[in-house]
């Protein structure tokens, strides 16, 4: 958390600012962990101040804010990061402001309670050298199912730990993982390598389909309350989970009762009735 939907939503919440200078990027003062910002504040500043932001883009779970100077700010939230363009949840975990003018937006936040994430400038080469197709998989709303094939056709790790590979596909996380295979009708625990091409198929529909509607309902804010949308409000695809963190519960589906089992250390959550083995 977050992953792709919250993610797409922290973007979308900032969109307003493209055409906007930045005035000025501070580190704030924070007697928490500090976070890592980089380059350092002075360094930091000195190459964003008056430039203008010429896009808003993500790569996999990272807001990108591109500059006219060809330098891209990278905002990576993590576990507990948000970005903000209101009051944040707390004082004390506020981390980094961008500061801005000639739009409607004056100020972009980043808070982070546990602060695992991070705030980082690249040129455009650094950019392409740490986010390429080579590190990054393609994004998981554009995903083909020829890209899934070749990406872990031939893997011989289960597919849902392999949906976690960002390098295979940018993007899905722990959560998304266990609704996508509920509703391709996948049993987590097949091997990529057993995948039939109808199986990647509706594996890639599943994608973008539970992916593109957790992006309408502004993604998912669990029971810790962390996950905040750019107006510190909760996003509501919790409330539409048909597997996570639901076991034994009702499969939507079916009514079979839902089953959690740990892979790679994580929950991964399943309707053994919809999601066969074979
Ligand atoms: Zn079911």
Redesign the pocket.
């Known amino acids: 958390m977050p992953e792709l939907p919250e993610v797409e939503t922290m973007r979308r919440g900032i969109l307003a600012a493209v055409g906007s200078r930045v005035v000025d990027a501070a580190k704030i003062r924070c007697s928490r962990k500090p976070i890592d910002i980089s380059p350092a504040p002075a360094k930091f500043r000195h190459r964003v101040r008056g430039a203008t932001i010429s896009a808003l883009a993500r790569a996999g779970k990272r807001v990108v804010i591109w500059l006219d100077t060809d330098d891209a700010i990278v905002i990576e939230p993590r576990m507990t990061g948000l970005v903000l363009v209101v009051d944040p949840p707390t004082q004390a975990h506020l981390r980094w402001r961008l500061s801005l003018t000639g739009g409607p937006i004056d100020e972009v936040l980043y808070w982070d309670r546990r602060g695992l994430g991070n705030v980082r400038l690249f040129s455009r080469e650094e950019f392409c050298e740490r986010f390429g197709l080579e590190k990054l998989g393609p994004d998981a709303l554009e995903i083909t199912a020829d890209d899934f094939r070749t990406r872990l056709g031939s893997s011989r790790r289960e597919i849902k730990p392999a949906l976690l590979d960002q390098k295979a596909v940018a993007g899905i996380g722990n959560l998304y993982a266990s609704e996508i295979l509920h509703v391709a009708g996948i049993h987590p625990l097949r091997k990529c390598t057993a995948m039939t091409t109808r199986q990647w198929q509706a594996l890639t529909a599943a994608t973008h389909m539970v992916l593109e509607e957790a992006v309408r309902y502004e993604g998912s804010t669990l029971g810790d309350g962390t996950y905040r949308n750019a107006l510190n409000e909760q996003g509501s695809y919790q409330n539409k989970h048909r597997v996570y963190n639901r076991a034994d519960q009702a499969?939507p589906?079916?009514s079979?009762k839902i089953k959690r089992i740990v892979q790679t250390q994580r929950s991964t959550y399943f309707?053994g009735?919809?999601q066969r083995r074979t």
């Open positions: 499969c589906r079916c079979a309707c009735k919809c």
